[in-house]
């Protein structure tokens, strides 16, 4: 399993991005995928997640009501779209992917494969 991000830049506080995980391999689309966040000299965060079969989500709560975790089966992509962005959502955005047909979980250590990272920054 291989998954590439994309969508990361620079936008300015109150601002919107969206981010793309594409995934490729077996079974793409079995699988439940999270959004995490690493910022300067903090450790990685859990964002948002997606179930792999009712379209379950969870966020973190710094980012509910800002951000929505989706994705589309036919392009085998799980997207992240960050609304409201503020400075504080600078960060390496990484997806990531859980093994076949496992639950939908929050915690880094419960995802198998993970994506190189995009960077988004937000400017005040």
């Known amino acids: 399993v291989q998954l590439q991000a994309s969508g990361g830049g620079l936008v300015q506080a109150g601002g919107s991005l969206r981010l793309s995980c594409v995934v490729s391999?077996?079974?793409?689309?079995?699988?439940?995928m999270g959004w995490f966040r690493q910022a300067p000299g903090k450790e990685r965060d859990f964002v948002a997640a997606?179930?792999?079969?009712?379209?379950?989500?969870n966020y973190a709560d710094s980012v509910k009501g800002r951000f929505t975790i989706s994705r589309d089966r036919a392009k085998n992509t799980v997207y992240l779209q960050m609304t409201s962005l503020k400075p504080e959502d600078t960060a390496v955005y990484y997806c990531?992917?859980?093994?076949?047909?496992?639950?939908?979980?929050?915690?880094?250590?419960?995802?198998?494969?993970w994506g190189q990272g995009t960077l988004v920054t937000v400017s005040s």
């Open positions: 997606i179930s792999w079969d009712d379209g379950t989500t």
């Open positions: 391999g077996r079974s793409a689309s079995n699988r439940a």
């Open positions: 990531a992917s859980r093994k076949l047909f496992a639950s939908i979980r929050n915690s880094q250590g419960d995802y198998a494969y």
